[in-house]
């Protein structure tokens, strides 16, 4: 490290957790902070990590030996909770090693003191690259790395990293236009991963993992200190409580996830550094960070979904490069017992997964190309070489970039009248400028990539009562006064909504409802869904399987069969007068839904009425009226054609997705001086407008950017082409006389959540009035209407 | 489709697009149009699309010609604000000129636009009234034979696939409150204690469809984010449980989230 900072090179440095990297990535300065007085005033080393929590550590972990050593150095932390005095003061007189966030980077960034800020910068060094690269809070720091370079050309930096897949990707991101020298450090010892099973029966579906609560109570009873890593904050919430349940010897047990305040979540974690717990429940809150040191074993309760993941939360556990880190995986169902020993298989291997990083989000760009301009004017042609610098952005067209400044100035649409109130300016070099200092403190006001529903903050009542953390205003919106929840690890009667406040008090009673938060759901990787059919097809590696999972599967080969390491397997069998099809696609819950409409809609052309389909990681079942006949035209690769454009384009999935970028590229704001209390008369419902500029402007550069997003993210377009690539003339069907055993799971998850178009609601909605009137013997109600609309024939219900 | 709807001794229509017909006096009442919201945002500082207004126009045009009413009596909020009408594009303000030419257009006040709308033609009111109904912006507790908008009133109903929520009119014996127009209009649900509170007695609900209008009485909807899935209310396993399973399944379901 310290070789390639004298030379001036950019470092890209892979090490595993518990290495030491973040020191290393800090030596240089150290040493040449400690060399003696500056020549050059102003910051010298910018360090930006993921979480906030890490900077504040690390800035503690460096204060004291710095102090020690006597050496005149001034660190300080910025991040959305630094005061306004504390901010004015490193802006006039900057420290001179700055811990801080990409929200926070970015904003020093866009103010006017940018330039002489960061003049004088000798490094910036990156934490937890990996987690970074190829989400869009990377690509802002991306954007930010290549605006910091235009500063300070002569700043090297540095990106700290766990191993990846894709290194090529991550150093051409700390490059940032440049070369970067990988180094790397070798993985210490192999993690020693265990499978844990219920003591009764392994479930046939479900994804909490209750039934495990005891066997994972007595693993914590048995170890110094615990980290259990679930899947899902409402997860965490349950099992927090069910372990609490059997906690006989009151061992202290702890809480952490992202929807905590922020102030339970730092008492959890100091209470882990000085060792006063023996357990935390926690989600990916704790994926990254700080190293504890003492924590003895990792516990996995769910799917791992990818080895690579699973690899990272088992690192937590033992952070000492020349012992192993001691894991159980616990599986919630019988789908997961398989995934559970693939990921061990895979973790042997060392096998990495995961996506390639993509190209950078156009709504990032937005909202960077306004704060830039917040900062300083700029020529678009020098910002547009600038922005390329950046690694997601190396191959953005010329034709997007200006888009988007168009979009930035006056919204970019075909019919322009919104000259009065634009955004940007360009003055008669052609310079553009920010509007005015209003747009410019409402840019900064609502920076950043992070998009969430609407939340409300918990808080006890009475004066002076404990926030406790915030819920989706939705979930908060379905409880009556008295109804009981469980959060923050209590149980809590409601009480009232007062503005954007859920009042609550402790000793709830009753059933507790769950808050769920929406929020993309990882998906089960490419490679791990491959393990998982090696080993459906090769009974020779059932040996290392439980008996009843054993069982299942060989009662699947009597009945039916089991999927292929290729090619497609469908089964069809009747059940209660409907009949279900269910395909094994294994690519992942996302692709399997986005199958399911274009599926249902040619069920329907070819006159097999379907009735509603369900996708899980593994599957995709769909029910019908008619026996479906021709599969292998139903599965016929060009299903990827027109149609599903069309369909997609009026479903849920494009509005959420459209609803970020609406957010991200500040098309609508989330922040509003004074608006907190009324937010809805302020924003335009972002469905609405989706629809409107559908209609009038399709090519819209936001919504070319939501169907880049969708391709991506919830449509997993391309898993989908893969599987029907797969089945292509190989497509096995099973004709069955009932449900086969490996079909129960998907029937248990019937039920859920679909993606739907307006469409399908009509459908729904007859069918359920037909319902309610066979039900109530009429149209009934107080409501004085005599004569009822008349019914039109009852048409298909679900599908299209 | 339409809907007959009887109310105060007339013969009322409901339309699926959202408007009211009264055939017998060719009058048709639209609600809470919110003209000019798009322009309105951009003049906040959010460049939303522009093209609102000829959306709700278009649309409206459309049933104009359609039902060819003699009045079209608008119920208020009819602009975003009272600068709207100046902010028109001019070929939006010259099909609203067209339609309040061919039409008695009746503008009702509003708590958006207070002021008379100016040229954009029509006439301005305070409320409305004709045979046994009135016309007002804002439903008057305990007037009967009443139409009125302000509230936008949206509906859920659970279906076996989820909530579907729906603009809605909601209606009583003695009240109809219409659905608002505009493009750019959310909703608020009739649950909600602002709207609640004029049909005490409960009512009868119409959900807005692509052909029809799908009636529920107040009682079947349901309450908002009452469940996204009844799973929320408790875990998902023990959900599963109440859910109806093969009897091989069931019997070997663990005892999961007691």
Redo the contacts between chains.
């Keep these: 490290m310290l070789a390639a900072a004298r030379a001036g090179e950019h470092v890209l440095l892979i090490a595993p957790t518990g290495g030491g990297k973040t020191l290393a990535g800090f030596l240089p300065s150290l040493v040449d902070l400690a060399g003696g007085p500056r020549t050059t005033a102003g910051l010298h080393t910018l360090y930006v990590s993921p979480l906030k929590a890490l900077a504040t550590d690390i800035a503690r972990n460096l204060t004291a030996p710095v102090a020690e050593m006597g050496l005149n150095i001034r660190i300080e932390t910025r991040t959305g909770d630094t005061s306004s005095d504390a901010r004015k003061k490193q802006r006039e007189t900057p420290p001179d090693l700055l811990l801080t966030t990409p929200e926070s980077f970015a904003l020093l960034l866009s103010q006017p003191e940018a330039p002489s800020m960061f003049g004088g910068l000798h490094a910036v060094i990156v934490d937890e690259v990996h987690a970074l690269a190829g989400t869009k809070r990377g690509d802002q720091l991306a954007l930010c790395l290549a605006r910091a370079a235009k500063w300070a050309p002569r700043a090297r930096r540095v990106g700290l990293s766990a191993t990846v897949a894709h290194r090529a990707a991550l150093r051409a991101f700390i490059g940032c236009g440049d070369a970067a020298r990988l180094i790397e450090v070798d993985e210490g010892a192999a993690p020693q991963i265990t499978m844990m099973l219920p003591e009764e029966r392994i479930a046939w579906a479900g994804r909490m993992g209750l039934a495990s609560a005891s066997a994972v109570m007595k693993r914590i009873r048995g170890a110094g200190m615990t980290i259990v890593f679930v899947n899902t904050r409402a997860q965490a919430e349950l099992l927090f409580q069910e372990l609490w349940r059997l906690n006989e010897d009151t061992l202290p047990i702890a809480l952490h996830h992202g929807s905590l305040d922020l102030a339970q979540r730092k008492r959890v974690e100091a209470a882990m550094a000085a060792g006063a717990l023996r357990a935390v429940v926690a989600t990916s809150s704790l994926d990254l960070g700080i190293d504890w040191g003492g924590v003895d074993q990792v516990i996995q309760v769910g799917a791992p979904k990818g080895t690579a993941r699973l690899l990272q939360r088992v690192g937590r556990a033992n952070h000492r490069m020349d012992e192993p880190s001691v894991a159980v995986l616990v599986p919630a169902n019988r789908f997961e017992v398989l995934e559970c020993e693939a990921a061990i298989s895979g973790v042997a291997a060392h096998e990495l997964d995961g996506d390639a990083p993509g190209a950078g989000g156009l709504d990032v760009l937005a909202q960077h190309v306004l704060l830039m301009a917040a900062s300083a004017a700029f020529l678009p042609d020098e910002m547009f070489a600038e922005v390329r610098r950046a690694a997601p952005y190396a191959g953005l067209a010329r034709q997007d970039f200006d888009d988007v400044l168009r979009f930035v100035e006056d919204g970019g649409y075909a019919l322009s009248q919104y000259e009065r109130w634009r955004k940007l300016f360009r003055d008669a070099e052609g310079r553009v400028h920010v509007a005015n200092a209003r747009v410019a403190r409402q840019a900064r006001m609502n920076l950043g990539t992070i998009v969430e529903q609407p939340l409300l903050k918990v808080r006890l009542a009475g004066r002076g009562g404990a926030a406790l953390g915030e819920v989706e205003e939705y979930f908060a919106n379905g409880l009556r006064a008295g109804d009981t929840f469980m959060f923050a690890g209590r149980l809590l009667k409601f009480l009232r909504i007062h503005e954007t406040t859920l009042e609550c008090a402790d000793g709830g009673t009753g059933t507790p409802a769950v808050p769920a938060y929406g929020g993309t759901r990882m998906s089960l990787t490419t490679n791990l869904a491959a393990r998982v059919r090696a080993i459906l097809h090769d009974p020779g590696r059932w040996g290392q399987l439980p008996d009843q999972v054993r069982e299942w599967l060989q009662m699947q080969q009597e009945r039916s069969e089991l999927p292929g390491p290729d090619g497609l397997l469908v089964e069809i069998f009747p059940r209660e007068g409907r009949w279900y099809l269910v395909a094994y696609g294994f690519e992942g819950r996302n692709a399997h839904q986005t199958l399911g409409m274009p599926l249902t809609r040619r069920m329907e052309r070819f006159r097999y009425a379907p009735l509603g389909f369900v996708a899980t990681e593994y599957v995709l079942g769909v029910w019908s009226a008619e026996e479906p006949q021709d599969i292998a035209g139903l599965f016929h690769h060009d299903l990827l054609g027109e149609d599903l454009d069309v369909w997609m384009a009026d479903t849920s999935m494009l509005r959420r997705t459209f609803r970020n970028v609406a957010v991200i590229s500040g098309l609508v704001d989330r922040h509003y001086p004074g608006a907190e209390k009324n937010r809805r008369q302020v924003t335009v419902n972002t469905d609405l407008i989706y629809n409107v500029l559908k209609k009038h402007q399709p090519d819209h550069v936001l919504l070319r950017a939501t169907w880049r997003d969708a391709r991506g993210g919830l449509t997993d377009l391309g898993r989908l082409g893969a599987l029907l690539d797969r089945a292509r003339g190989r497509v096995t069907v099973r004709r069955l006389d009932r449900v086969s055993p490996l079909a129960v799971p998907v029937l248990l998850d019937i039920g859920r959540e679909s993606v739907r178009t307006e469409a399908d609601e009509d459908s729904l909605l007859e069918e359920t009035e037909l319902l309610v009137r066979e039900a109530t013997g009429g149209p009934g109600g107080q409501g004085g209407t005599p004569h009822p609309p008349r019914l039109s024939a009852p048409r298909r219900a679900i599908a299209r | 489709?339409?809907?007959?709807?009887?109310?105060a001794g007339e013969a009322l229509q409901?339309e699926p697009a959202g408007v009211l017909l009264w055939p017998a006096m060719r009058v048709m009442v639209v609600a809470d149009l919110h003209l000019e919201?798009?322009?309105a945002?951009?003049?906040?500082?959010?460049?939303?699309?522009?093209?609102?207004s000829?959306?709700t126009l278009e649309r409206l045009g459309l049933l104009v010609r359609r039902y060819a009413p003699r009045t079209v009596v608008a119920l208020g909020d009819s602009f975003h604000d009272d600068h709207g009408p100046a902010r028109l594009?001019a070929a939006d303000a010259a099909s609203l000129r067209r339609m309040t030419d061919s039409v008695d257009f009746v503008w009702v006040r509003g708590n958006h636009d207070r002021a008379p709308p100016e040229g954009v033609g029509g006439r301005a009111v305070e409320s409305w009234a004709a045979g046994p109904l009135s016309f007002r912006h804002q439903a008057v507790a305990g007037v009967a034979g009443e139409l009125s908008g302000h509230f936008h009133p949206k509906a859920r109903?659970?279906?076996?696939?989820?909530q579907?929520v729906?603009p809605c009119f909601m209606?009583?014996?003695r009240k109809i409150m219409l659905p608002a127009f505009g493009?750019?209009?959310?909703g608020l649900d009739v649950r909600a204690p602002a709207i609640a509170a004029h049909f005490p007695?409960?009512?009868?609900v119409?959900?807005l469809?692509?052909?029809?209008?799908?009636?529920?009485?107040?009682g079947?909807t349901s309450?908002?984010?009452?469940?996204?899935?009844a799973?929320?209310?408790?875990?998902?396993?023990a959900c599963?449980r109440t859910?109806p399973?093969?009897p091989v399944?069931r019997s070997?379901?663990?005892?999961?989230?007691?």
């Design positions: 489709m339409i809907a007959p709807f009887h109310f409901l919201k798009g322009s945002a951009a003049r906040k500082g959010q460049l939303v699309p522009p093209w609102d000829r959306v594009l109903v659970a279906t076996r696939a989820g579907v729906r209606t009583d014996a493009a750019y209009t959310g007695r409960g009512g009868r119409f959900l469809g692509q052909q029809r209008l799908f009636s529920f009485s107040l079947q309450r908002p984010g009452a469940s996204r899935e799973c929320l209310r408790t875990s998902r396993e599963l859910t399973l093969d399944v070997t379901h663990p005892r999961e989230g007691a």
